[in-house]
């Protein structure tokens, strides 16, 4: 069973001579991913937007120097792009005039990195997202029943590729992520001297997985306005730490039309926030850490998969809900998602009979394979 994986994507549009842009959060191994394609390869050159010589040498590129600066070069990869100002007005003349070089940017947020490259690289990129790394290519390295075995571990401790390769270590890299590494964009974005708020944002989210958020609550909890929690939740998405999910609403007055449900794109982080990383089986949150998982472990595979589909969740008035909702091409699937595998679930009557063309699964640990990969 072999998983279809963001560097299978990658080397299949190099053809494409396009400006393929990577995004993904800090950490989760983008470097190690261009290094794996073109690692050992010759002409290739590196550049690091953090690297002083490497802004520097961008502020002065123009049509006229680029066989200077570029002649020979078959790959120009640069890491940490969205520090480099006017990346994307830079990377438009260098495309145009050199139309055979291959283009590989990476950025960390891209509140930042889009802002720059969107309108001026119009046609002429594909942007991808990068994830910690995902249970189908946990799968493809050491095989279905192993990756399985190991879910109570992931459940607790994520999939940051650190954290996988050190699993002696795992609280202490996970506690050093979620400290402020992983929001630093964000912070200079913002140009914030203390991330106590953010951080506080980020704690009370991560004891709401699962359940509907209040932008209202959520500042009061926080001591932040409602556009500034707005604001902030918006950034954290736009660096790969969480990700929004939207109420659906189509044919009746009673189904809830704006709420969200805000996830955690990796657990370990999640409950690093929380200081919890006591064993699955043992917690009393086990049930929204399992939904949170499963829903994560999803768009990743879609995403890679490259299935095109909106997401949701969807909850009456009175409180009857699903879990998840995917909608492609006018079909409705719908799940629900269950750590215990004897609980039973049906489509709520009302959502069967409002759209009686939908589809319903349960997903639980003894079939996730059949969600997941």
């Known amino acids: 069973m072999i998983h279809r994986t963001l560097e ?14 990577v995004y993904g959060a800090r950490q989760v191994g983008k470097t190690s991913l261009i290094n ?6 010759e002409n290739i050159l590196w550049l690091n937007g953090e690297d002083a010589s490497t802004r520097n040498m961008f502020e002065t590129i123009s049509s006229r120097n680029l066989d200077a600066l570029f002649g020979g070069v078959q790959t120009l990869v640069i ?4 520090n480099i100002l006017n ?3 830079q990377l438009k003349i260098i495309h145009d005039n050199m139309p055979n070089l291959n283009i590989v940017a990476t950025g960390s947020s ?4 889009a802002n720059k ?11 991808y997202k990068m994830f910690p790394l995902s249970f189908g290519e946990m799968v493809n390295e050491h095989g279905l029943f192993a990756e399985k075995m190991q879910l109570n ?10 954290v996988v390769c050190n699993p002696s270590s795992e609280k202490e890299l996970l506690n050093n992520l979620a400290s402020s590494y992983l929001y630093k964009d964000i912070l200079l974005w913002e140009n914030l001297k203390k991330s106590d708020k953010i951080y506080k ?8 997985i699962g359940s509907m958020v209040s932008y209202s609550e959520l500042g009061n909890l926080c001591g932040l306005d409602n556009k500034t929690i707005e604001k902030y939740i918006a950034l954290l998405e736009q660096a790969f730490i969480i990700f929004r999910l939207p109420s659906f609403a189509r044919n009746l007055r009673n189904e809830l039309k704006f709420s969200k449900k805000i996830y955690f794109y990796d657990n370990g982080i999640r409950n690093a926030l929380i200081g919890n990383f006591s064993d699955a089986n043992l917690r009393n949150d086990i049930g929204a850490l399992w939904e949170n998982f499963v829903i994560a472990e999803r768009i990743k595979r879609n995403h890679y998969q490259q299935v095109y589909c909106n997401q949701y969740f969807w909850r009456t008035k009175t409180q009857t809900e699903i879990d998840y909702i995917e909608e492609s091409d006018g079909i409705l699937n719908a799940y629900e998602i269950k750590w215990n595998p004897n609980r039973k679930a049906s489509m709520p009557n009302l959502f069967k009979e409002i759209y009686p063309e939908s589809r319903f699964s349960v997903i639980t640990p003894e079939n996730i394979e059949e969600f997941i990969l």
């Open 87 to 89: 990346t994307g007005l």
């Open 110 to 113: 891209s509140f930042d990195l």
């Open 153 to 162: 571990h992931r459940l607790v401790f994520g999939y940051y590729p650190d």
């Open 201 to 208: 944002l980020l704690q009370s989210i991560a004891l709401q």
């Open 36 to 41: 794996s394609i073109f690692g050992g390869k």
């Open 79 to 82: 890491d940490e792009a969205q």
């Open 117 to 127: 490259i969107n309108e001026p690289l119009t046609g002429r990129k594909l942007e």
């Open 8 to 21: 299978d994507i990658l080397l299949e549009k190099l053809s494409m001579k396009k400006v393929l842009v």
